[in-house]
Every structure is written in structure tokens, then in C-alpha cells.
């Protein structure tokens, strides 16, 4: 069945440094990806999201791409903010999962002033 | 304002005593779910529902029911809750279901224990 794999957190960073966090994703057909992120006492909310391959999902100075030929799509930002100190979830649906939604187990961000 | 409201936020019970999870939406959603969280599982469905009186399974169903009568309720029973369905629960919506690429809107959760 369809997966979705993160890198383990936390993850501490200093402000104004580069942030990767890496997803990579197991599916068949061609699902959709998003990044989804939740702050301190919320509920989830999306950041950006992808629906074909070699799309480019963009908000608030993060990116990420569809890779298809990788199955990945790794959310960057150039220069965090201790305001982005959350967890961040990669999440697919769609292809052949059907009306299904599958998550990550989420990464914790640290950002320090 | 456009939201997911769950009730109750936090709920102490104990074991066997029947439980309903509120889930309500004020955007005229088609779509909605159900998930849980817990630590390093990320979130897992329960279940989701297309339109009113269509349901199914998610990955983790077991112990668990739901109903659609409504378009913008979906409440989440717990027949007979167990310790093991401790966790935080979470509601979401959207607002069609057309292959996959649709943004979920999500409640604030709801927290529960279960001794």
C-alpha cells in the first residue's frame, strides 16, 4: 500500500539558517503531495501541496518539487524564522489509494533566536 | 467565519463507557474525516466519508463508528473506548473529492484519555 516515509526529528536549528526536510513517499499512480504544518496547540493546516509531477508547491518561503523519479519531495526554506518552530507532515492521497490521505510521522522544528 | 469545530476539546473516561466526538463544518464540505494522532505515528485515518450517508474505512478503523447524516456533521463514536484509543483525535474537511489533490481545513482536536 502507499507510504510516506520522513526524516526523524527534532531538527534545531538557528534562525536565518536552511532548512530541508526530507520526504520521500511509496504509491502507484499519481497521487497528489502536500506538506501540512501544525503549530503548538492546533489543529493542522496546509502549507503547500503539489498534484503532478515536477509541480513546484510554494508558500510563506518554503518550496517543495515532485520528484517522481526520486519519490520524494523534500520541503526547504532559505532562512527560517523562530515563528516556523512547529511539526511539519508530509501527506499524499489520490492515485491508487484511493480516497484515502496517508501521513508522515511528522518532524519537529526547532528554531532558535 | 469558515472553520471545523470538534466538541469536546480534552475528555477523561473510563474504559467501556460510551463516548461521541462532535465534528461540525460551516464551509458545505462534501468531504470529511476522521484521523489520530499519536507520537511517532503521525496521523493515521479512521474514516472519511464522501457526501451524506456515504462512509468507509480508513487505515485504522477498529473500535471506532461514524455517521453522515448530515452534510456538516460528522461525529466520531466510541462504543466501547479502550486505553489504547488514548490519543489525540482530529476532524477535517474539504471541500470535494475530485482525485486526491484537495486542501483538508482542520478542526483544533480533541484529546482523550482513556483509563
Known amino acids: 500500500g502507499n507510504s510516506v516515509t520522513q526524516m526523524e526529528g527534532p531538527v534545531t536549528l538557528s534562525e536565518e539558517a536552511f532548512l530541508t526536510i526530507n520526504c520521500t513517499y511509496t504509491?502507484?499512480?499519481?497521487?497528489?503531495l502536500f506538506w501540512y504544518v501544525q503549530y503548538p496547540g492546533e489543529g493542522l493546516q496546509l502549507l503547500l501541496k503539489?498534484?503532478?509531477?515536477?509541480d513546484k508547491g510554494s508558500n510563506k518561503g518554503f518550496e517543495a518539487t515532485y520528484r517522481k523519479e526520486t519519490t520524494s519531495f523534500h520541503l526547504e526554506k532559505g532562512s527560517v524564522q523562530v515563528s516556523d518552530s512547529a511539526v511539519y507532515f508530509c501527506?499524499?492521497?489520490?492515485?491508487?489509494?484511493?480516497?484515502?490521505?496517508?501521513f508522515g510521522a511528522g518532524t519537529r522544528l526547532f528554531v532558535k533566536a | 467565519e469558515a472553520q471545523v469545530t470538534q466538541n469536546p476539546r480534552y475528555l477523561i473516561t473510563v474504559t467501556g463507557k460510551k463516548l461521541t466526538v462532535t465534528c461540525s463544518q460551516n464551509?458545505?464540505?462534501?468531504?470529511m474525516s476522521w484521523y489520530r494522532q499519536d507520537p511517532g505515528l503521525g496521523l493515521r485515518q479512521i474514516y472519511y466519508?464522501?457526501?451524506?450517508?456515504?462512509?468507509d474505512k480508513g487505515d485504522v478503523p477498529e473500535g471506532y463508528k461514524v455517521s453522515r447524516k448530515e452534510k456538516r456533521n460528522f461525529p466520531l463514536i466510541l462504543e466501547s473506548p479502550s486505553p489504547n484509543q488514548t490519543s489525540l483525535y482530529f476532524c477535517?474537511?474539504?471541500?470535494?473529492?475530485?482525485?486526491?489533490?484537495?486542501?483538508?481545513?482542520f478542526g483544533p482536536g480533541t484529546r482523550l484519555l482513556v483509563l
Open positions: 477535517a474537511s474539504s471541500l470535494v473529492w475530485t482525485g486526491g489533490g484537495e486542501t483538508q481545513y
Open positions: 504509491a502507484t499512480g499519481y497521487p497528489s
Open positions: 503539489a498534484t503532478k509531477a515536477d
Open positions: 501527506a499524499l492521497s489520490g492515485g491508487t489509494g484511493g480516497f484515502k490521505t496517508i
Open positions: 464551509m458545505n464540505h462534501e468531504y
Open positions: 466519508s464522501m457526501n451524506v450517508e456515504v462512509t
